[in-house]
């Protein structure tokens, strides 16, 4: 139950960072938080339901991998911004246009 | 059994820690530190929860390679930027409610998974590695392409903008 109210909060941190922060690489730490408690969360799940211990490793560690390739492209999008408009505020962006 | 509770009690302060210094702080390094102390945390729940290999992973790949590029991202920004950059928040209740209400959503749903302190399951490597290598294979190597397509994105986007 403590682990659970944990990862809970965190998440609730990190979609509050994400909801006020106005830079997009905070943004990208907010969606980091979002992701790290909710593979603890499934982790913590599937342990007390009794899962096997190596589906449970092998299904987060596919988390971890989809949230290392988000965070790459992220922060690749927000570094290509910076270098080409000196933008990185998400109101900056919405005068970007395809 | 007391080990277990500390271990457990400074992973979950690091965690919340480093989550309260990525909400709260206005300094931008200061918050990819806070997101690193909370990296750390979760690799110490995933330690608490018999995954070691997962804690490994945790360690090497987040606060070995995903902070670096966010202190490298960090440093592009603060020099196109211009100056140091300050973080802005639109501090306000609306939002606060929000996450609250989410956080209490996920506890009275999941609430009765929940039961007892300690798991008992636990895995290290080896166990992993059947699983990736033996049923999940499929899964697996779709893991290893979306990887190297997340690396040819960036390098798309990066190298973009580096011949213009």
Known sequence: ?98 | MTLTILAFALSGLLMAGGAAVVALTRDLMRMVIGLGTFLLGVAGMFLFYGQAFLATAQVFVYVGGVLVLFVFAVMVVHRSSGGRPVLESRHDIGAAVIALGVSGMVILSLQDSVGGWLPASASGGAAIATELLGGHLVVFELLGALLLAALVAVLVIVGAGERR
């Open chain 1, 1 to 98: 139950m403590t682990a659970l109210v944990l990862c809970s909060l965190v998440f609730g941190v990190g979609l509050y960072v994400v909801l006020t922060r106005r830079e997009i690489i905070a943004i990208l730490a907010g969606v980091e938080l979002m992701l790290g408690s909710a593979n603890i969360l499934l982790v913590a799940l599937a342990s007390f339901a009794g899962a096997d211990g190596g589906v449970i490793g092998s299904v987060a560690l596919a988390v971890l991998v989809v949230a290392a390739a988000e965070a790459a492209v992220g922060l690749a999008l927000v570094v290509s911004l910076a270098r080409r408009s000196k933008r990185s505020r998400v109101e900056e962006l919405l005068e970007v246009k395809g």
